[in-house]
């Protein structure tokens, strides 16, 4: 290969070494290892834990709001919107009830400065949902708000 008989030597045998290392692992994985069967309590355990992790958090709902929305025009538009605010846990709803008038003003202060042709694009309902879970959770100096469904949402 190389010329040099000793280093030959060595680099044969380094490659027959790697050879039957790969043929050996091959060998053990396929032949002789047994995976073991999953045990059905241990797996229906494990089944019942990630669904309660799962499982939907119960949302707070802010309720129907009329905003009016800047606009370049003399005609009066406004959003008419209902939130429903999905906590990271269930916990989190009271912390929210208590604090409704200041996520009343957030919302309306945040939709005031949309115009409504951003209102009416999909990015700008989704950056409308940004704005106002950064502007909550900053509130509250944690996460509180994982996320904000608009079941109503009408710019007129």
Known sequence: ???????????????????????GTFIYTEKIFVKPLPDNAV??????????????????????QII?????????RFLEV?????????TYIELLEKNKPFINDSVIDVVGSFTPTELNSVSGKILLEERLKQRLNKFF???????IYFSRFVVQ
Not at 1 to 23: E, P, Q, R, Y
Not at 68 to 76: S, Y
Not at 141 to 147: G, I, M, N, S
Request: hydrophobic share 35%.
């Open 43 to 64: 797996e229906e355990q494990n089944l019942k834990d990630s669904v309660k992790e799962s499982s939907f958090v119960e949302s707070f709902e802010l309720g129907k």
């Open 141 to 147: 100096d944690k996460p509180v708000v994982k996320e």
């Open 68 to 76: 009016n929305l800047k606009g370049r025009t003399k005609r009066l």
């Open 82 to 90: 209902e939130c429903h605010f999905r906590p990271f846990k269930d």
């Open 1 to 23: 290969m190389t010329g040099n008989k000793s280093f030959d030597t060595i680099l044969t045998a380094l490659l027959l070494v790697a050879t039957l290392g790969a043929l």
